[in-house]
């Protein structure tokens, strides 16, 4: 009876997330590199942005709204959530380096938004010693966590590599995402 359980709920669990990832329906969003040094948060989010746009999603990088230091928390504001009403934003992306190994699993526990903003990240963009590097890109709407992915970019050895890299593959993971 237990095994008929796990099986059930293994079994919802993966429908859910599957239905999830495949009608996210893609339109806008508020991009949000969480990145802790600010030139490589400036240079993904304006890389991400441009590839956005050319798929035809509006978006609109974190750092137009955060003053300089300021911590990204402050993205979930009244003043804030109701400047992107305006601009009919309801999404939130958050992308982040999750690490420079190539057997990283999806996340399975997921935080609130807040708290997700307000947590901090170790990795940095690029580092000389590795060949790969993984981008993790949780999608947020109305403050509920929609969708997860992992971006894996394998023969990196500059920064520039790893830019010219997510050009290539994140286009199609957008695309899926418009759906």
Same mark, same amino acid.
């Given at each position: 009876?237990?095994?008929y359980?796990?099986?059930c709920?293994?079994?919802?669990v993966?429908?859910f997330?599957f239905?999830?990832?495949n009608?996210i329906q893609l339109?806008n969003?508020?991009?949000?590199g969480?990145?802790?040094?600010?030139?490589?948060?400036f240079s993904?989010e304006?890389?991400?942005?441009?590839?956005f746009?050319s798929?035809?999603?509006?978006?609109i990088?974190s750092?137009? #709204? !955060?003053k300089?230091?300021?911590?990204? $928390?402050?993205?979930?504001s009244?003043?804030i959530?109701n400047?992107?009403?305006? =601009?009919?934003?309801?999404?939130y992306?958050l992308?982040?380096?999750?690490?420079?190994?190539?057997n990283?699993?999806?996340?399975?526990h997921f935080?609130p938004?807040?708290?997700e903003?307000a947590?901090?990240?170790?990795f940095?963009?690029?580092r000389?010693d590795i060949?790969?590097v993984?981008?993790e890109?949780t999608i947020y709407?109305?403050?509920?966590?929609?969708?997860?992915e #992992? !971006?894996?970019?394998k023969?990196v050895d $500059?920064k520039?590599k790893v830019?010219?890299k997510l050009?290539?593959k994140?286009? =199609?993971?957008?695309?899926?995402?418009?759906?």
């Amino acid at each position: 009876m237990r095994y008929y359980f796990v099986i059930c709920l293994f079994v919802l669990v993966n429908f859910f997330s599957f239905s999830q990832k495949n009608h996210i329906q893609l339109t806008n969003g508020l991009l949000v590199g969480q990145l802790d040094r600010p030139e490589e948060k400036f240079s993904l989010e304006i890389n991400l942005s441009e590839i956005f746009s050319s798929e035809k999603i509006h978006i609109i990088p974190s750092l137009n #709204l !955060l003053k300089q230091g300021e911590i990204p $928390s402050v993205l979930v504001s009244d003043s804030i959530s109701n400047i992107l009403k305006t =601009k009919n934003v309801d999404t939130y992306i958050l992308v982040s380096v999750r690490g420079f190994d190539k057997n990283f699993k999806l996340s399975s526990h997921f935080e609130p938004l807040a708290t997700e903003l307000a947590s901090s990240h170790l990795f940095p963009l690029f580092r000389d010693d590795i060949i790969s590097v993984t981008f993790e890109f949780t999608i947020y709407r109305n403050g509920q966590m929609t969708a997860n992915e #992992l !971006l894996k970019l394998k023969n990196v050895d $500059s920064k520039d590599k790893v830019m010219k890299k997510l050009r290539k593959k994140l286009p =199609k993971m957008i695309r899926r995402w418009k759906v």
